[in-house]
């Protein structure tokens, strides 16, 4: 039997009442930021290959390696397993990094590679935000030789397209009713473009910028990022003692969103595309569980975690192979204290049966229904039901 549309709604408000969408009062918004530009059908792109590694020999640009495989960032099945994996860990969202609406290399896929998964974050009750990149007008003009002005166009015309569809959307992110947006810059629009774009967006948005970029005119606040530079290992003390910094500021009025994050191991310079960033140690999940429980106690509205899956730097929450389902159950223990971290199973055993279930046609046509039931319920945020329906598929 499927579960009505009116009934999930009531069970939702009986079962899980923090993950409705609406953050727990006591705590900020936790939002997980998320790169969906991965590809697995075409080539399998950029992100896996950074155009010196085979993932046909099984090869990886990264350090760390999903515990799904390569995998395409548009694949229902994907989008679903991700999102059920937030929900159930407690996390209130994503913030999506993206790149505008095309123009140039991926950016057309990564666009729509967003809207699936705006939609699959809406269908469980879970918030969006976009940390937009200015940096491809950069790319818009060195490599595609448009002018500075056309390129400036080009991100104005994403801007202004998102201003008016996402920002106004019910499930989008706002802090005091004003919609947030993450710019992850300025890096090429210089102060001026800045304020003339921003001024042309409707929804009036409460916009974040890099710590040292967050100065410039239209840009209301900072939110924090892994503080990595010139190579170098970043010690405990250090990148502690930059974020206890940057969160003091709030006591003198500053806007600030905290962040969490599990280390940092780029493969940039083994993937010959120019020097490493800087190193991080996870420390055994040290790292993460420190800067998360920072982040919760800095008094941010909002905290985010960086990153689910940039695998490129090495910044993966999400389940690997190396750590498995390690850093959500520390996100679920610091979110759900007290609850059973095992539920964060259930995603996984949907994500393994729906291939067999789909291939066996009529003949079970009830497990493929069941799943169905079981993705309703963790949307829902009930985890005992759904475990219950999964319970009952016939292996």
């Known amino acids: 039997m499927r579960i009505t549309g009116l009934l999930l709604a009531l069970l939702a408000a009986m079962t899980l009442p923090a993950q409705t969408g609406k953050p727990a009062a006591a705590r900020p918004l936790v939002l997980a930021h998320v790169m969906p530009w991965f590809e697995a059908k075409n080539g399998w792109g950029w992100h896996w290959t950074m155009d010196k590694f085979d993932p046909f020999k099984g090869q990886l640009a990264a350090h760390v390696h999903p515990w799904n495989g390569a995998y395409d960032s548009s694949d229902a099945r994907v989008i679903e397993y991700q999102v059920l994996l937030m929900k159930v860990a407690g996390i209130d969202g994503a913030i999506i990094d993206w790149n505008g609406l095309g123009g140039f290399d991926d950016y057309a896929s990564i666009h729509r590679n967003t809207l699936l998964l705006i939609a699959e974050l809406k269908k469980a009750g879970l918030r969006f935000a976009i940390c937009a990149e200015d940096n491809p007008g950069q790319r818009l003009v060195k490599q595609s030789g448009l002018t500075r002005p056309l390129a400036v166009e080009h991100l104005r015309t994403s801007l202004h397209w998102l201003d008016q569809h996402w920002l106004t959307d019910p499930a989008y992110v706002k802090i005091g009713g004003q919609p947030v947006l993450f710019i992850f810059g300025p890096q090429f629009l210089n102060e001026t473009e800045w304020v003339a774009i921003r001024g042309g967006m409707k929804a009036n948005p409460l916009t974040f910028a890099l710590p040292h970029l967050s100065g410039m005119k239209g840009i209301d606040g900072a939110f924090a990022w892994i503080p990595v530079s010139e190579g170098k290992a970043v010690s405990k003390e250090s990148y502690l003692g930059a974020l206890a910094g940057l969160y003091a500021t709030q006591a003198h009025g500053a806007k600030v969103v905290a962040v969490a ?68 159950e520390q996100v679920m223990r610091q979110l759900r204290p007290g609850q059973d971290t095992s539920p964060l199973s259930l995603p996984r055993i949907i994500y393994e049966n729906r291939p067999w279930v789909l291939a066996a046609g009529p003949s079970r046509a009830h497990d493929a229904e069941l799943l169905d039931q079981a993705v309703q319920w963790l949307q829902v945020g009930n985890l005992t039901e759904a475990k219950a329906v999964l319970g009952k598929i016939k292996k």
């Open 261 to 328: 994050f599990p280390g940092y191991h780029d493969i940039y310079a083994q993937a010959g595309q120019g020097k490493s960033y800087g190193f991080i140690d996870p420390q055994g999940g040290v790292t993460f569980t420190t800067t998360l429980d920072q982040a919760m106690k800095s008094g941010a509205p909002i905290v985010q975690l960086a990153t689910w899956n940039d695998y490129g730097e090495g910044t993966v929450i999400e389940p690997t192979q190396e750590a498995g389902f390690q850093y959500l």
